[in-house]
């Protein structure tokens, strides 16, 4: 839940809601209406804080 608070926290005023969908195979993006801003599938590791 770490990460649902970073994106609240940094994208309040361009979202409307937050939903976080489980995904397979260790794949894990983060999209804000819509558009991918992070793909730990790409990067090869989870978001860092901050």
């Given at each position: 839940?770490?990460?649902?608070?970073?994106?609240?926290?940094?994208?309040?005023?361009?979202?409307?809601?937050?939903?976080l969908?489980?995904?397979?195979?260790?794949?894990?993006?983060?999209?804000?209406?819509?558009?991918?801003i992070?793909?730990?599938?790409?990067?090869?590791?989870?978001?860092?804080?901050?």
């Open positions: 839940m770490r990460v649902a608070h970073e994106i609240m926290s940094e994208c309040q005023h361009q979202m409307v809601a937050l939903t969908l489980p995904g397979d195979k260790g794949i894990f993006d983060v999209k804000v209406n819509g558009t991918l992070y793909s730990k599938h790409a990067t090869g590791r989870f978001p860092e804080p901050g």
